[in-house]
C-alpha cells in the first residue's frame, strides 16, 4: 500500500453508530487488537488490556451497558473497551505515564484499531461519555484497570457522513505559532 492509498484510508475511517446484524468473528476481533499492541507508547509501556465483547457470547452485557452509552441507540455487534493499567503505567512511566501518558497510549492504540477496521470493511466509533462506575462493576475490572475508551464496531448499516475539516492551512503553523508561510 503506498502513502496515497493510505491517506485515502485514513481519510475514508468514519464513526458509524449502527451496524447490519453481522456478527464480528473472534478471529477479527483478535487481529484487531494485535494491530492495537503494535502501537507506540510512552517509556514504551505498553500498559493496556483490552476487555474484548462480542454477540456470540456476550450480547446480554452489552444490551444492558448500551443504554449507558452517548451516541449508541442500538447494541452494537462488538466492543472493545481501552483500558491503562494503572500500577503497570506508574512503575513504568512514573506520574507523568499516570496522568497523560496512559491515555495517549490506549487512544494510538484505538486509532490502529479503527484504521485496521475499516481497512477489513468494518465501521467504529469511539466512546468516552460512558459511566465509569456502571463499566468497573459489568467488566470486574480491578481496582487498577482504568477505562479509558470504548470502541464499538460491527459491519455499517450506513455509511457515515464525513464532518468536514477546514483547509489544512487553517491548522499548520511553520516555525512559529500564527506564521502561515513556509519559506
Ligand atoms: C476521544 C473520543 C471520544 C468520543 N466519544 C464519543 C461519544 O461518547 N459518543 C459518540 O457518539 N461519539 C463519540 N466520539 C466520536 C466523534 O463524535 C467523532 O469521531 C467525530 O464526530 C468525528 O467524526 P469521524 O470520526 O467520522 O471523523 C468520540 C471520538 C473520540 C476521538
Redesign the pocket.
Known sequence: MDAVEILKLIKG???V?RFTEKKVSPEALRTLIESAVWAPSGSNAQAWEFVVLESFEDKGLMDRLTPFL???SETPPAMIWLCVDMEKEKAKAGKLGVEVMGIMDISMAAQNIMLLAHGMGMAT?????FNEDVVRLALELPEHISPE?LLVLGYPKEP?V??ARPPVEQNIHWCKFGNKSSV
Open positions: 475511517r468514519r464513526s453508530r452517548p451516541g449508541l466509533c469511539a466512546i468516552r461519555g475508551l457515515g464525513a464532518p
